[in-house]
């Protein structure tokens, strides 16, 4: 059972910056893909973006590069850099594995005011 725990989210104001980090147990993390994914109040769970277990990304449209996603194999830790934020962007983040999901970690609550 693959198992994440999400870490580093917080309160802040539009235009500032954070680093959310997610810790992976249960898998070969090396030879995986890792993805974030997010959901806002109300609404649906989304995907955020991914990266492959050979450090290829790929981002959902709407965040228009203001986020970035990497990995350290050696932490099994994947991250997500999140830059110029919005108050749309105000949800719980989460990461999973996309190719078969798992069991969803509790998250981390990013919140930006305005």
């Known amino acids: 059972q693959v198992q994440f725990v999400e870490s580093g989210g917080g309160l802040v104001q539009a235009g500032e910056s954070l680093r959310l980090s997610c810790v992976v147990s249960?898998?070969?993390?090396?030879?995986?893909?890792f993805g974030w994914y997010r959901q806002a109040p109300g609404k649906q769970r989304e995907y955020v973006a991914e990266?492959?277990?050979?450090?290829?990304?790929n981002y959902a449209d709407y965040l228009q590069g203001r986020f970035t996603i990497s990995r350290d194999n050696a932490k099994s830790t994947v991250y997500l850099q999140m830059n110029s934020l919005k108050p749309e962007d105000t949800a719980v983040y989460y990461c999973?594995?996309?190719?078969?999901?798992?069991?969803w970690g509790q998250g981390t609550q990013v919140t930006v005011s305005s």
């Open positions: 999973n594995r996309p190719s078969r999901l798992s069991t």
């Open positions: 249960g898998s070969t993390f090396r030879f995986n893909a």
């Open positions: 990266i492959s277990n050979s450090d290829n990304t």
